[in-house]
């Protein structure tokens, strides 16, 4: 169980964080997304007593974080896989950290083959890893207590896409065994597919909560191209339809592809492209929200890559 | 793995040990590709230097007593610097993220820290007297042989060995930035020393607050009363207010 009570921290006049509330419950994955920038990391950081919050508080399984007496064994915390010595080997970093929290030594090669991280890569100085390696032994290190929660800062950085396929089926499986995961991403893709509920933070403050259902409501939604998107229009408004552009020429209908689909052909308009948009609409929502010039591109790929079904009437 | 079961942390669950802290803080001072160089290289040239005074004093010059305080010539000067980097490289390498994850309580972590480097400058005043004996046996031909110093020289070789890298890891503690550290704990004692040289009623009170004077003479000489003070007097200003202001800042500050 993680608590946060509105949260605040200020540098000057600045608000970094701005009452900021959440919370995450045992057996779920919460998705804490946002922009770079947007006050993810100083969130987690203040969750895990790194940052001293300039107002507000925040428990983990019903304590501050400071008040647990041997938190590693609780809480597993990824902040920043970089945030390694280059000279230490791998073993070596995550056997301090086991001497530490009192686990044994079998207990970091079992870490060690759980990320995937052989004998020869265990042996290498930290300085040499990659980022994706980095980031296994960074999960291997947050795992090592065998904790009931884990506050993981974009753990998928870095990762190639089987490493991220890996990381999304550990997570799960950490959940479905009962426990609580936090994880910050700045790309709505790489939590959607993990996460049961998703936190939107923009500009310091939360500006979504919920599970993606309640986040696009129930409303279907189809992505449409004709061969007269005029007449469309019309026809669908005919219907009392919704209907938007998208970024990319094609309309956006507040219908399912069936509906839109029966309504061009009433219409008489050739369809050259039908499709369910509903992932869209999250990803729209998410840019709406956070408005930040770096979600565009991924805005534009998402919509693309999502079943979208070509046919042609007649 | 286990089933994740409890969700509540039991009331018998008790921090990890203080001497498990220290054990660990040893350890991370020495396996590290820097951490496990430093100390050999420290150790070689504490020998080169003990060799070159056991071979320039040949003959009755080369006592126990005087070799053991050329001994302590290279850790008086390097302990410091290792004492910085103990709580510079966490902060630097940004370690402190794991640390302080692991160990929430930072006052303990610096404690730990104070503590480890007691230890090692313990184990480097063995080494210097060891290196000492070694050659006043092999090289000297005073009376008395290599039994020819005082306890209260050695006493006082070791608290100028342990204060010189805790003054290290105050100062460390202070700034947090490994550079700077270094650079700052190198720099000050020399303005204070040129200031000393330019304002006359400065020079005056050197003896109770430069770290060059009385507490620097603490391997050489048995002290007075009076030298006693101003090695306290010293020591208040070169390790306890770096220590206070590092005690503060260490444990309030926000981890980037």
């Not at chain 1, 600045?14 to 998705?31: E, L």
């Amino acid at each position: 169980m993680i608590e946060a009570n509105s949260l605040t921290k200020r540098y000057g006049a600045r608000a970094a964080v701005q009452d900021v509330s959440f919370s995450c419950a045992p057996g779920t994955v919460t998705g804490f997304l946002g922009p770079n920038g947007a006050g993810k990391s100083t969130t987690l950081k203040m969750l895990c007593g790194l940052a001293h919050p300039t107002s507000g508080n925040s428990t983990l399984l019903g304590r501050p974080f400071t008040e647990i007496p041997n938190p590693g064994r609780h809480v597993g915390v990824l902040i920043d896989a970089s945030a390694a010595h280059a000279g230490r080997r791998g073993r070596e970093t995550l056997a301090t950290s086991a001497k530490l929290l009192g686990v044994s030594d079998a207990r970091v090669d079992e870490m060690l083959e759980l990320v995937g991280l052989d004998d020869a890569a265990a042996t290498k100085r930290v300085g040499q890893y990659s980022l994706g390696m980095r980031q296994r032994l960074g999960i291997a290190h947050a795992l090592l207590g065998d904790p009931e929660l884990l506050i993981l800062d974009e753990p998928a950085n870095g990762l190639d896409p089987e490493g991220m396929r890996w990381m999304r089926g550990l997570l799960r499986d950490f959940a479905a065994r009962g426990g609580t995961v936090l994880l910050s991403s700045h790309l709505l893709h790489e939590v959607e597919a993990i996460a049961d509920r998703l936190v939107i933070i923009s500009g310091g403050k939360i500006a979504a909560e919920g599970t993606r259902d309640e986040l696009i409501g129930d409303q279907a939604m189809t992505r449409v191209r004709s061969a007269d998107d005029h007449a469309l229009r019309s026809a669908l408004r005919s219907f009392a339809i919704e209907v938007s552009a998208t970024d990319d020429g094609a309309l956006l209908a507040e219908a399912t592809p069936e509906q839109v689909g029966e309504v061009a052909l009433s219409a008489g308009v050739a369809l050259r492209e039908l499709g369910s948009a509903r992932a869209g609409g999250l990803e729209r929502l998410f840019f709406e929200l956070t408005q930040s010039a770096d979600a565009a591109p991924d805005h534009a790929s998402a919509m693309e890559d999502h079943s979208t079904l070509q046919e042609t009437v007649r | 793995m286990s089933a994740l079961a409890s969700h509540t942390i039991p009331a018998e669950e008790r921090r990890p040990a203080f001497s498990r802290l220290v054990t660990v803080e040893l350890r991370k001072m020495v396996d590290t590709r820097s951490g496990f160089w430093l100390p050999i290289g420290v150790t070689a040239i504490t020998l080169i230097t003990v060799i070159i005074s056991a071979l320039v004093h040949h003959g009755h010059e080369a006592t126990l007593a005087h070799l053991f305080r050329n001994s302590l010539m290279p850790s008086s000067f390097l302990l410091p610097v290792l004492g910085i980097l103990l709580v510079c490289g966490e902060w630097t390498q940004r370690t402190t993220l794991a640390t302080f994850t692991l160990i929430p309580d930072r006052g303990r972590v610096l404690s730990a820290k104070l503590a480890a480097s007691l230890v090692f400058s313990v184990a480097a005043f063995v080494v210097c007297l060891a290196f000492s004996a070694v050659f006043a046996e092999l090289v000297g031909n005073a009376p008395g042989g290599a039994g020819g110093i005082s306890v209260a020289i050695l006493g006082q070789g070791l608290l100028f060995m342990m204060t010189a890298m805790m003054i290290g890891v105050a100062f460390g503690a202070a700034i947090l930035v490994s550079a700077p550290g270094i650079v700052l704990y190198l720099l000050l004692p020399t303005v204070w020393n040129a200031l000393a040289g330019a304002i006359h009623s400065l020079e005056s009170i050197g003896n109770w607050l430069a770290l060059g004077n009385t507490w620097s003479d603490l391997p050489q000489q048995t002290l007075s009363a009076t030298q006693w003070a101003q090695v306290g007097t010293t020591l208040c200003v070169w390790l306890v207010l770096p220590l206070a202001i590092g005690w503060y800042r260490f444990r309030t500050r926000d981890v980037n």
